[in-house]
């Protein structure tokens, strides 16, 4: 038996240790643990809650526009306001780009080199890669020659012996399967991913003002329109939004999604592995209607257990039985008692490490060894992320997901169960990209009908000044992160932030066992993984990665006694 330690997981937002424990070539067992440790709710409390979203869309350069909806979204739900439809639909235009590109950079930066052998590209022959990347698409940079040179500059790159964002991988390690020029073509996206990505998030500083923090506002979006006002959403920066969109529809069709395709088809093993557990929650997201009517959601709402897609269950977060937090294994205390669930309402922030301070030789698992907290719905562990909302949205009958699912098994030839599993968490997030990059131009178009017929309000005064609010109100804010359900709870006391919680994604898959000793998501998905070198364990990189892990919304950095820990001096 061996204890193998991976910390920190590198290619991910945040600090992540990960052990598992290996026997007879798999592993029998796993923890996970945040290393961090977080402190928002803190940092809100006695804040005006109209600026909470500025704070919160802070705790991560990544999942950034996603937190500060959760955040508008809840002071609305508490005061009762409603947005104008022009509102919801830049709201959905920002969400959705935000998805697809953070996808296509997950999928070609993050997880990538799991798959991809970056110096076995240098044994490729540029015109058999030519030939395989137009026999999947008609992507014009595919010349024989376009991928002579890149390999060129491939190879001047690693004969220097400096491989940056290279180094350090697995190299040759009897887990890669794709022949070199399959390595060469997706080395050649990986840097073509690396243009477009900065291009799709123009649309946040269209709308609102800048990337990675764009602006947001309880009540509507911070911006007006005004077709011929250089100051507005005017007829040019609507028509330079269209571009984007239909850019990124070419490369997510004509590049992502047939790299997916072909790198699954040589890794179709992976289908039977890092299924993990059998349940299963959206929040839901992408409203068509208006956000308090979720049955309108392109993603819909919904838990799944057991993996029984013919049931779909309602989720309630303002039900205080549903969601609750534990901390039997985290580094917190709560008065009424660890082993004591709370929903966020009730939630309480407070610290308690115990244990040797970092660097950890081995976690106390036995005890607490996680700066997450622990949540669960209905007592249930739950996996949160795009797989989830694909099997939500299946489970509830929803078309357009159905075909998108039902065709990709098809092409690969392999059965609905191979979803279960870490290949299809990576092809969940592909397909759904798909899928969100085409209701993005619906939700551009329908922006652009009700211009045309006159309706130009994005933003509503309703309920605006603490004047008008009651003494004490409770709100929550759902949505759905990259990475999964995502929903902030605030309550409000004489216009100012009485207690604020926030429950990542992350939270759900990467938190340590519950006290009934239930593992979460990762935990659970790494159990019967095959490593076949300890040393070098690229199988525990796939399945975490597949998650697409983001902590440091879930876990920030100082010691108990307020002091920085690290200090970066650049001279």
């Not at 990986?190 to 269209?206: D, M, P």
């Not at 609905?416 to 798909?434: H, N």
């Not at 000044?465 to 605030?490: D, F, K, N, Q, Y």
Request: charge should be negative; charged fraction near 20%.
């Amino acid at each position: 038996m061996a204890r193998v330690v991976v910390d920190p997981i590198t290619r991910i937002e945040g600090h992540l240790r990960i052990e598992a424990v290996i026997e007879g070539g798999r592993i029998t067992d796993a923890y996970s643990s945040g290393t961090m440790v977080r402190g928002f709710e803190k940092i809100l409390k006695g804040r005006d809650p109209r600026d909470a979203w500025a704070f919160v869309e802070r705790a991560c350069g990544v999942c950034t526009t996603v937190h500060a909806l959760a955040s508008v979204r809840c002071v609305e739900d508490a005061l009762k306001i409603s947005v104008p439809k022009n509102a919801e639909l830049i709201r959905n235009l920002m969400f959705c780009a935000q998805m697809v590109q953070d996808h296509v950079v997950h999928f070609y930066h993050l997880h990538a080199l799991d798959w991809v052998d970056i110096v076995s590209a240098l044994k490729a022959d540029p015109a058999a890669t030519s030939t395989l990347a137009q026999s999947i698409s008609n992507w014009p940079k595919s010349s024989p020659g376009y991928f002579s040179d890149l390999q060129k500059r491939l190879k001047t790159f690693v004969d220097s012996g400096q491989l940056g964002i290279f180094a350090n991988g697995y190299w040759g390690h009897p887990a890669y399967k794709l022949p070199p020029e399959a390595n060469l073509m997706a080395v050649a996206h990986y840097l073509e991913a690396l243009e477009w990505q900065k291009e799709i998030v123009r649309i946040h500083t269209i709308f609102g003002g800048k990337n990675p923090h764009p602006n947001y506002l309880v009540g509507g979006v911070p911006c007006s329109i005004n077709l011929e006002d250089v100051n507005a959403i005017n007829t040019e920066r609507l028509n330079h939004v269209g571009k984007l969109i239909n850019d990124a529809m070419t490369f997510v069709n004509q590049v992502y999604i047939p790299d997916l395709m072909a790198i699954a088809g040589f890794y179709k093993d992976w289908g039977a592995i890092g299924g993990g557990l059998r349940n299963y929650m959206s929040y839901g997201d992408l409203p068509t209607v208006g956000y308090n009517q979720p049955d309108s959601y392109k993603f819909p709402r919904g838990a799944i257990l057991d993996r029984n897609l013919n049931e779909v269950f309602e989720v309630n977060g303002r039900d205080g039985e549903e969601i609750k937090e534990y901390i039997s294994h985290s580094w917190y205390k709560y008065q009424a008692g660890d082993e004591k669930g709370l929903h966020p309402w009730q939630g309480e922030t407070e610290f308690n490490f115990t244990g040797p301070k970092p660097p950890f030789e081995q976690l106390n698992v036995e005890g607490k060894y996680s700066w997450l907290k622990t949540p669960r719905w209905k007592d249930h562990p739950m996996e949160v992320g795009p797989l989830a909302r694909l099997l939500v949205a299946f489970g509830k009958g929803n078309t357009e997901v159905k075909d998108v699912v039902v065709d990709a098994l098809g092409r690969l030839a392999v059965p609905i169960d191979a979803l279960f599993s870490t290949l299809g968490r990576t092809a969940a997030r592909g397909l759904e990209t798909k899928l969100v990059v085409n209701w993005m131009k619906g939700f551009y178009d329908d922006l652009l009908a009700n211009i045309r017929n006159g309706q130009v309000s994005t933003f509503t005064r309703e309920k605006w000044e603490p004047s008008t609010w009651p003494a004490e109100c409770e709100g929550v804010g759902m949505t759905e992160a990259p990475r999964g359900a995502l929903a902030h709870w605030i309550r409000i006391r004489d216009g100012k932030i009485d207690n604020y919680q926030l429950v990542v994604p992350s939270t759900w898959n990467a938190s340590p066992r519950d006290g009934k000793g239930q593992r979460s998501a990762y935990e659970e998905s790494l159990l019967g993984t095959p490593v076949a070198n300890s040393e070098q364990p690229v199988e525990i990189l796939r399945t975490i990665h597949s998650f697409d892990p983001c902590l440091a919304c879930a876990v920030h950095l100082y010691d108990p006694e307020g002091q920085h820990i690290h200090r970066i001096e650049i001279n």
